[in-house]
């Protein structure tokens, strides 16, 4: 039987982050050939993940990073199956790496046949399933492109959000990243009340007749009270008419203007785990 060093066993689990024992199997049934052995762990991953394919992966990592011009940022989650392996260093670690990939690349398919440590990120995806007994894919990915994008990840790495501003204005900065934070906390369904699709208009405004009717509202008075209705939740739902969380007393676009008079939020992203 082949020899296998320590140094040889940490060497491939330095490479493929496999515990100790799958590297020196590994490179035991490899005969001591390194390359064989990322391949004996690479076919591991593969019949794992082919056992949990149908497993559910909604927990895992959200991140958001923009260029160093602040030019362009991107979102991906890389889901798992467990809360527990989404906190571990190592996987919040390789969620990071790989959104610095995915800066770079213009849709999820492409992130997948990049390269990563010698290997596509798809294989790399196999290998770590391997590694960590669970189902890891890449979830989300969004991009977002502005002449200035600021970015927030909160805390645990469950919400993560990208805003864009008209200007790299004096104050963009601290501008984008709040919010970016009301995005995150608030959640609204679009910028502003001309980015609300129809479908979500008119479920709104049945939804108020409901209501109105249940009160006992004469049917000739519905429309009209309805679209006063509709008014709030486009106060309540668009980024720019809710009331800004750091001071409730003006809007999101009350404190951009507070920033830079011609400053305006022109899109955000937003992807949320769990």
């Known amino acids: 039987m082949t020899k296998i060093t320590a140094a040889e066993v940490n060497n491939l689990r330095k490479t493929t982050g496999a515990g100790m024992m799958d590297c020196k199997n590994a490179l035991v ?5 390194f390359d064989k052995a990322i391949e004996i762990l690479r076919k591991k991953g593969q019949k794992v993940a082919a056992k949990r394919a149908d497993r559910d992966s909604s927990e895992g990592a959200a991140i958001a990073i923009v260029n160093d011009g602040n030019t362009k940022g991107v979102i991906i989650s890389l889901n798992c199956e467990t809360d527990f392996v989404a906190k571990n260093d190592t996987f919040v670690s390789l969620a990071n790496q790989l959104a610095g990939i995915a800066l770079e690349q213009d849709s999820k398919e492409s992130l997948l046949q990049a390269s990563i440590d010698g290997l596509s990120v798809q294989e790399k995806l196999l290998e770590q399933t391997g590694v960590i007994g669970e189902k890891i894919e890449i979830g989300a990915f969004e991009k977002l492109d502005a002449p200035f994008v600021g970015s927030y990840i909160h805390a645990g790495n469950k919400i993560a959000t990208l805003v864009g501003l008209s200007s790299p204005v004096d104050g963009a900065a601290n501008a984008a ?7 995150a906390a ?3 369904v679009a910028l502003n009340e001309s980015a609300v699709d129809q479908e979500t208009i008119n ?8 209501q109105l009717r249940e009160e006992g509202k004469p049917e000739a008075m519905l429309d009209n009270i309805a679209k006063g209705k509709l008014k709030r939740f486009f106060k309540d739902n ?5 009331a800004f969380i750091k001071d409730s007393k003006q809007s999101v676009d009350q404190y951009i203007k507070s920033v830079d008079a011609n400053l305006e939020v022109t899109a955000f992203e937003r992807v949320a785990l769990g």
């Open 29 to 33: 049934e490899a005969e001591g050939d």
């Open 177 to 183: 990243k709040d919010v970016a934070m009301q995005v």
């Open 186 to 188: 608030m959640n609204p």
């Open 203 to 210: 479920k709104e405004i049945e939804i108020a007749k409901d």
């Open 238 to 242: 668009t980024l720019v008419n809710q």
